[in-house]
């Protein structure tokens, strides 16, 4: 369903984009006009239904994922599996008989995170189940062995300073929601480095958990010290926060061997159908191919990539030719901050013009609700309109605000860009 949605979106989206949908941009037509002429592609919008749901379009987009991850396995920035990755998806791009299928250098981090592991030793010997994140330093070969300070958030870390230095910090901040939480693992490093914490463990940032702790990025800052950072899980920061309130002396060892090599060559992947009437206007669909190293990428963002490709099949498989070009981005570096996508907007933003709208999959591969809209309140009228076609998947409203690591250089230069909103369960 969700690859049925971004089908739709790009189709039409690509007939209307352009000056209408710019903020503070006019209409050539009357709205009237242009709910008529939307309501028109009723047809076709049923023919991507039928392909996708009943006919050889049936689970594609699955099965082709399925293989991709089986293949290549995880994928992360700097490592050969990611280069393996952009050389699959540019020979099956191809394949597919997309146009313009081709490959823009970039540079990305190298980080791997080499062996690791956690030992509580006091009040009694356990295991503690960890995950390096991105870019961390190492500890000394020898590790780490200090107590343990635990916080519930920056506010009460700051308050606490003085019994901080020289202490591992444990945040076991409440999950309120992944983007409100997720600061607590970016900045959680350099706030404990402040007030003089040798190595930072940060809860989880998920709502459920089996004792798995969750990689994902963090962020230094070049005026303060870097220390080893690492996720664990829910259950191992509650435990400790139990033990620090009875007052319970905590002593854990700690002990990483990350490192960080040369940024390495890599690559966007990039293919078209070339519109009709304004080839040189772009409509942009993306996910991206790199991952972290503990799993598959499937959900993040095998299927956000793998069901943009679909979007293009569909409309090539039924032999659809939208007025403006419909382009696919599979963004590299994303995962170490959009690395792959800031380098591909400072390399086409001198044509910002020419981009009409950009799209994003990101957000995992659940059943789509509607559609997150940054951009003028007109054109929000015509995405409203657009997305009546979508009923027959229950997929129709339009929310405030786009968001996107890889769209947010475009989006705040003034280009309409679109979330897909999902639903879990």
């Known amino acids: 369903m969700k690859y049925l949605f971004l089908v739709f979106l790009m189709n039409l989206l690509s007939q209307y984009a352009g000056k209408p949908l710019r903020r503070g941009g006019s209409y050539p037509k009357s709205f009237e006009d242009i709910k008529n002429e939307i309501a028109g592609y009723t047809d076709i919008a049923k023919a ?6 009943h006919g050889k379009a049936q689970n594609r987009s699955y099965e082709r994922l399925a293989v ?3 293949t290549i396995g995880p994928r992360l920035s700097g490592s050969k599996n990611l280069d393996a990755a952009i050389k699959y ?12 299928v081709h490959l823009e250098p970039v540079k990305v981090p190298h980080w791997e995170r080499g062996e690791e592991f956690a030992m509580m030793l006091e009040p009694r010997n356990q295991s503690i189940a960890i995950l390096g994140l991105g870019n961390s330093v190492a500890t000394p070969p020898e590790g780490i062995t200090a107590e343990v300070i635990v916080v519930t958030s920056f506010d009460e870390l700051h308050k606490r300073s003085q019994e901080a230095k020289g202490k591992i910090v444990v945040y076991n901040e409440p999950f309120i929601s992944y983007g409100e939480t997720v600061q607590y693992r970016v900045r959680g490093a350099v706030e404990a480095a402040k007030v003089g914490a040798v190595a930072s463990l940060i809860r989880s940032i998920t709502s459920f958990s089996i004792h798995s702790p969750h990689t994902g990025g963090q962020s230094y800052q070049p005026d303060v010290p870097q220390i080893p950072t690492a996720c664990i899980s829910v259950e191992d920061a509650e435990m ?3 033990m620090s309130l009875r007052g319970t002396k905590i002593v854990v060892h700690l002990k990483m061997g990350a490192k960080t090599y040369p940024d390495s060559p890599s690559f966007n992947t990039v293919a078209e159908i070339v519109g009709s009437k304004y080839p040189e206007q772009i409509v942009l669909v993306s996910g991206h191919l790199d991952s972290w ?3 598959q990428g499937a959900m993040d963002d095998g299927g956000g990539a793998f069901i943009s490709w679909e979007a293009l099949s569909l409309i090539k498989d039924l032999g659809l030719r939208p007025k403006r070009t419909l382009r696919l981005v599979l963004w590299t570096g994303e995962e170490q901050g959009g690395i792959g996508a800031k380098q591909y907007y400072q390399l086409h933003k001198e044509n910002i013009s020419n981009f009409d709208i950009v799209m994003e999959s990101d957000e995992g591969t659940f059943k789509p609700s509607g559609l997150g809209f940054t951009g003028s309140a007109k054109a929000r009228e015509i995405v409203k309109e657009i997305m009546t076609l979508l009923l027959p998947i229950n997929a129709t409203d339009v929310y405030d605000n786009a968001d996107g690591t890889d769209i947010d250089y475009w989006m705040r230069d003034g280009v309409p860009g679109t979330e897909l909103y999902l639903r879990s369960s």
């Open 68 to 70: 991709f991850a089986d």
């Open 89 to 100: 998806m540019f020979s099956a791009l191809q394949k597919d008989g997309l146009e313009n």
């Open 293 to 295: 190293d503990v799993g």
């Open 48 to 53: 991507i239904i039928d392909l996708a749901v």
């Open 240 to 242: 400790m926060s139990r």
